[in-house]
């Protein structure tokens, strides 16, 4: 039984569900192109590039961009790993299944479907929980009917294909593939304490840096 008083948990428990609505209001308003409620979802100072602060020009990027590169898109969200810093202030993981209808500089359309990850950071302002920011890690982009066999996953339409970071944030991809299969019995690490799942993960790596746009 938790020692923290029942105020505090029903607290936790109440922010878990809100920032769980949060990354499927993210989903549903960026494929429906409500950028208003996209925006929305952001805390009001949330930096965009090196000189743009706010939601008002992160719905000019995301405009420009959706309009540029995507005919629709659809995002199906699953695994959501969420960690308290403190009552106002949280990180989690969350994968991102997503299709995208893409035209081709050509004139055609490709079918583009994508595995990624996000690695989020959340805060509460005024009672309510916003993305603080998201560092997406993708591991393929690719034509549906074209399996991203090999390396350099990322298959946009008139890209080059390049590598995603799918894997970057989590030493444990290299460790694996850099060690032979032992014999006899293995070592076994104690499981993580509570909100320390991630950073066990990360071997108490740094926060992660996301590239300024």
Avoid at 29 to 38: K, N
Avoid at 44 to 61: M, Q, T
Avoid at 187 to 198: G, K, R
């Amino acid at each position: 039984m938790s020692d923290e008083p029942l105020l505090a948990r029903i607290d936790r428990l109440e922010s878990l569900d809100e920032i769980r609505q949060l990354v499927a209001k993210y989903s549903l308003s960026l494929d429906m192109r409500d950028l208003d409620a996209h925006v929305g979802l952001f805390a009001a100072d949330i930096r965009v590039s090196r000189e743009h602060v706010g939601r008002a020009h992160l719905k000019h990027w995301l405009d420009d961009t959706l309009r540029l590169q995507f005919t629709g898109t659809s995002h199906h969200v699953g695994n959501h790993i969420i960690e308290f810093d403190d009552p106002d202030h949280a990180h989690g993981v969350l994968y991102s299944k997503n299709e995208h209808e893409t035209p081709c500089a050509d004139g055609s359309t490709e079918w583009v479907i994508m595995q990624m990850l996000y690695w989020d950071d959340y805060e509460r302002v005024d009672g309510r929980w916003f993305f603080r920011r998201r560092l997406p890690c993708y591991w393929y982009a690719t034509d549906l009917n074209k399996p991203p066999v090999g390396e350099d996953k990322m298959r946009w339409p008139d890209r080059e294909s390049y590598a995603g970071a799918f894997h970057d944030l989590w030493p444990s991809w290299k460790e694996f593939w850099a060690t032979a299969p032992g014999d006899g019995e293995p070592e076994v690490a104690e499981p993580a304490p509570l909100n320390e799942f991630l950073s066990r993960m990360r071997r108490g790596q740094p926060e992660p840096k996301i590239r300024v746009r």
